[in-house]
């Protein structure tokens, strides 16, 4: 049998109370292929039924309308806050701290995770480089103190920070090193974890201990954007990160992780990489298993 690809990426996890068979896990990715009524359907059934087969560690499912109003989007730039949930880092990291401290209430924190784009760029989102920074690293301190399960943080990725329209060289958003930054706010370095153990290190650092009850497993740290399955196993294996999202590669390969465990990389093709911007999103009258459920598997 050929050896895996990426034998870090395929080890197991824990992660809240639950154990994942590998740390590889697809990212939230809206297809909008429940028509007509916006209920999920057969054709999303089998979408991540195929996914979960292909050997997924972790699946993070779409959005869900809450209403039909949901799909429109106020314009951000127009929307200088100046209350209590805007202009400073902690306000404006209330709004998330306050929704995440809800659903924890519901669910407990062993059960509840997040992900940030610190880089911004999409729908007119973006500050200053210093403002970016203090906001972000505010927020995640906070939320990983509240014990949530996992944080994924988002690089600088092109196509989520697209050029403002009728502009040539202008994007909103603010590229810098997200993991080298806040990465160590949720995941102390590996070399700091060599010199205390982690329960003691953690302990120390985050306000958490407390909670230890309600989530046995650390806060878990993943990353997104860009990566390759290469890349992905070298940080799990240096400690840096615990987990790897993505999006494009378990779109367009229901079977993402087994062909990792083949042996299959990108660079031989064995990995699709090719993606259909068309068929991104369903559109209604148009066969909905189109660049959706039709990917061939290949393991
Ligand atoms: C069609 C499409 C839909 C997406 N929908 C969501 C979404 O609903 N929620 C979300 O957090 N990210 C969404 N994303 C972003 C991806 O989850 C991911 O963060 C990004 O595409 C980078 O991943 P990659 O570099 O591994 O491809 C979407 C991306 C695409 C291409």
Same mark, same amino acid.
């Given at each position: 049998?050929?050896?895996?690809?990426?034998?870090?990426?395929?080890?197991?996890?824990?992660?809240?109370?639950?154990?994942?068979?590998?740390?590889?896990?697809?990212?939230?990715?809206?297809?909008?292929?429940?028509?007509?009524?916006?209920?999920?359907?057969?054709?999303? $059934?089998? /979408?991540? %039924?195929?996914?979960?087969?292909?050997?997924?560690?972790?699946? +993070?499912?779409? #959005?869900?309308?809450?209403?039909?109003?949901?799909?429109?989007?106020?314009?951000?730039?127009?929307?200088?806050?100046?209350?209590?949930?805007?202009?400073?880092?902690?306000?404006?990291?209330?709004?998330?701290?306050?929704?995440?401290?809800?659903?924890?209430?519901?669910?407990?924190?062993?059960?509840?995770?997040?992900?940030?784009?610190?880089?911004?760029?999409?729908?007119?989102?973006?500050?200053?480089?210093?403002?970016?920074?203090?906001?972000?690293?505010?927020?995640?301190?906070?939320?990983?103190?509240?014990? $949530?399960? /996992?944080? %994924?943080?988002?690089?600088?990725?092109?196509?989520?920070?697209? +050029?403002?329209? #009728?502009?040539t060289e202008l994007k909103r958003g603010t590229p810098h090193q997200v993991l080298a930054l806040y990465g160590p706010v949720v995941k102390p370095l590996p070399h700091v974890l060599k010199a205390h153990s982690e329960e003691a290190y953690r302990g120390l650092a985050m306000p958490s201990s407390e909670l230890g009850y309600l989530n046995p497993t650390p806060t878990r740290l993943s990353v997104n954007g860009g990566l390759t399955p290469r890349e992905a196993d070298q940080l799990i294996a240096d400690g840096m990160i615990d987990g790897a999202v993505f999006e494009s590669l378990w779109l367009v390969n229901p079977d993402y992780q087994k062909r990792l465990e083949k042996g299959m990389d990108i660079d031989g093709k064995g990995i699709n990489q090719v993606l259909d911007f068309k068929t991104f999103y369903g559109v209604p009258g148009v066969d909905p298993r189109v660049g959706y459920t039709d990917y061939p598997t290949a393991t």
């Open positions: 049998m050929a050896s895996s690809t990426a034998p870090h990426l395929s080890s197991t996890m824990s992660l809240g109370n639950l154990t994942l068979r590998n740390r590889n896990i697809m990212s939230s990715l809206t297809r909008s292929r429940s028509f007509p009524d916006a209920v999920p359907n057969e054709y999303n $059934v089998e /979408y991540y %039924t195929q996914r979960a087969k292909g050997g997924a560690g972790l699946i +993070l499912t779409e #959005g869900t309308l809450v209403s039909q109003q949901g799909t429109e989007w106020p314009g951000a730039c127009s929307n200088q806050r100046t209350d209590e949930w805007g202009g400073s880092p902690e306000n404006r990291s209330k709004f998330g701290i306050e929704v995440t401290k809800a659903l924890i209430d519901v669910w407990g924190p062993a059960q509840v995770g997040g992900k940030v784009n610190p880089c911004g760029g999409l729908r007119d989102m973006g500050m200053s480089y210093s403002d970016t920074i203090m906001t972000y690293t505010y927020f995640l301190t906070q939320i990983s103190a509240l014990k $949530v399960a /996992y944080i %994924t943080l988002i690089r600088h990725v092109h196509f989520l920070d697209p +050029l403002i329209p #009728g502009e």
